[in-house]
């Protein structure tokens, strides 16, 4: 079984199996750090069953569009099935290479994907590729890296290695592929990381890790 499989196979008791108060109160947390504005491009990547359709709708207002993308098409026919809102698309597409053109997103949204990305590099020069010249990169989950990597390596074989860079690990990999101004925060139940594309080969940035604050050149 691959990891296109593995999801496929989730889809249906997805929504169930995240459907309790507390984690939508983390979500609804974790989505006010995003910096979302009216009449932005948001690429919604790895968007399961649209879980963050509402929310992103709300802010984005009737002028702001919202692509949501995911490897699985059972996950995309159940998210369809949910909302029907208009300026909102679904497209089946691997993160790694998504395939739309360069520079057509204000912000793109990586939430509870990053640890299951085979080649991480690749998929933030695509990233990178995709968003304009000053947008917005979100990483982001509902619990801490520590926590995330302990539940994952109890799962299936085909994730159980499927874990969170460390900070400096982070950091590289989003140095990289030419982003600047990181924040990287990772709490108890929140894990967070907002990079901004750069335009220039400047490395410079802001890295926070578990309440630490320093300044990085």
């Known amino acids: 079984m691959n990891k296109r499989q593995f999801f496929e196979n989730l889809a249906e008791e997805w929504d169930r199996k ?3 108060p507390q984690e939508e109160e983390r979500l609804e947390k974790i989505i006010q750090h995003f910096p979302l504005k009216r009449g932005i491009a948001v690429l919604d990547i790895g968007c399961g069953t649209g879980r963050l359709i509402p929310y992103l709708r709300q802010q984005l207002g009737p002028n702001g ?10 996950m995309l026919r159940i998210g369809r099935s949910k909302y029907s ?7 089946q ?8 053109r360069s520079g057509l997103f204000d912000l793109i949204i990586c ?6 990305l085979d080649n991480k590099l690749q998929a933030l020069f695509e990233f990178r590729r995709l968003l ?7 990483i982001a989950h509902p ?3 520590r926590e995330l990597d302990r539940l994952h390596s109890q799962k299936s074989e ?3 290695k499927d874990f969170l860079p460390a900070g400096p690990e982070m950091k590289k990999l989003l140095f990289q592929s030419g982003f600047r101004e990181i924040i990287i925060v990772d709490a108890r139940e929140m894990y967070l990381v907002k990079a901004v594309a750069s335009s220039s080969e400047t490395q410079e940035g802001l890295w926070l890790l578990g309440g630490e604050e320093r300044r990085l050149s």
């Open 143 to 145: 619990l801490g890296r």
């Open 85 to 91: 809102a208009s300026m909102v698309f679904f497209l």
């Open 65 to 74: 569009w919202l692509v949501e993308a995911d490897f699985s098409a059972k």
């Open 93 to 100: 597409t691997d993160a790694q290479a998504v395939g739309l």
């Open 18 to 20: 995240h459907a309790c």
């Open 158 to 160: 085909v994730i159980k």
């Open 111 to 116: 939430f509870a994907l990053f640890p299951h």
């Open 132 to 138: 304009r010249p000053g947008g917005n990169l979100i």
